[in-house]
T-cell receptor, first 112, second 114 residues
Framework: SQKIEQNSEALNIQEGKTATLTCNYTNYSPAYLQWYRQDPGRGPVFLLL?????KEKRKERLKVTFDTTLKQSLFHITASQPADSATYLC???????????FGGGTRLMVKP | GAVVSQHPSWVICKSGTSVKIECRSL??????MFWYRQFPKQSLMLMAT?????????EQGVEKDKFLINHASLTLSTLTVTSAHPEDSSFYIC??????????FGPGTRLLVL
């Protein structure tokens, strides 16, 4: 069965550094992958979508890569700020309409 | 754009009562709406998918008679938790999708059943 893995341990980094989060998947060939941010007690907020034929996508301080050979996506936040502290979820389409399957999320803590 | 609202944001009810949660897409037409449940420190678990005017498709293990979903228009879907019990206490989140692949999420509804 399809499986999506994100590092369940919190990632703690210093303000100004680049945060890198990983999303790995198996038994799966998604057409696209999305990253969301979720703050405690709130619904997820869409950040970026990257398609299977795209290697990299950027949006302001965010960068996402998608390696379909490694079955991995990396999510980078450059010049991180304490306000970036949140849980980040990757989600993959399951080749059935617009349905998404979510990873467990990685909590990012940016310390001033 | 792409704003989704949920109402209520939190609800406390007695065991055995029914609770209705509304999900609205405010500035776009949602051909598909999704309902998720999230327990503390866990990820989102899809409960059901609904398309406007048709019956919802429930994920395995989700009781369709307990979690009633109605998607009567392109901007409104409702989830009714019937005969709620304490184990139904959770964070319920809806999302809406239009023509594109992205799902836009509501702020969530926290349900506590006493």
């Amino acid at each position: 069965s399809q499986k999506i893995e994100q590092n369940s341990e919190a990632l703690n980094i210093q303000e100004g550094k680049t945060a890198t989060l990983t999303c790995n998947y198996t038994n799966y060939s998604p057409a696209y992958l999305q990253w969301y941010r979720q703050d405690p007690g709130r619904g997820p907020v869409f950040l970026l979508l990257i398609r299977e034929n795209e290697k990299e996508k950027r949006k302001e301080r965010l960068k996402v890569t998608f390696d379909t050979t490694l079955k991995q996506s990396l999510f980078h936040i450059t010049a991180s700020q304490p306000a970036d502290s949140a849980t980040y979820l990757c989600a993959l389409d399951n080749n059935a309409g617009n349905m998404l399957t979510f990873g467990g999320g990685t909590r990012l803590m940016v310390k001033p | 754009g792409a704003v989704v609202s949920q109402h209520p944001s939190w609800v406390i009810c007695k065991s055995g009562t029914s609770v209705k949660i509304e999900c609205r897409s405010l500035d776009f037409q949602a051909t598909t709406m999704f309902w998720y449940r999230q327990f503390p420190k866990q990820s989102l678990m899809l409960m059901a998918t609904s398309n406007e005017g048709s019956k919802a498709t429930y994920e395995q293990g989700v009781e369709k008679d307990k979690f009633l979903i109605n998607h009567a228009s392109l901007t409104l879907s409702t989830l009714t938790v019937t005969s709620a019990h304490p184990e139904d206490s959770s964070f319920y989140i809806c999302s809406a999708s239009g023509a594109a692949e992205t799902q836009y999420f509501g702020p969530g509804t926290r349900l506590l059943v006493l």
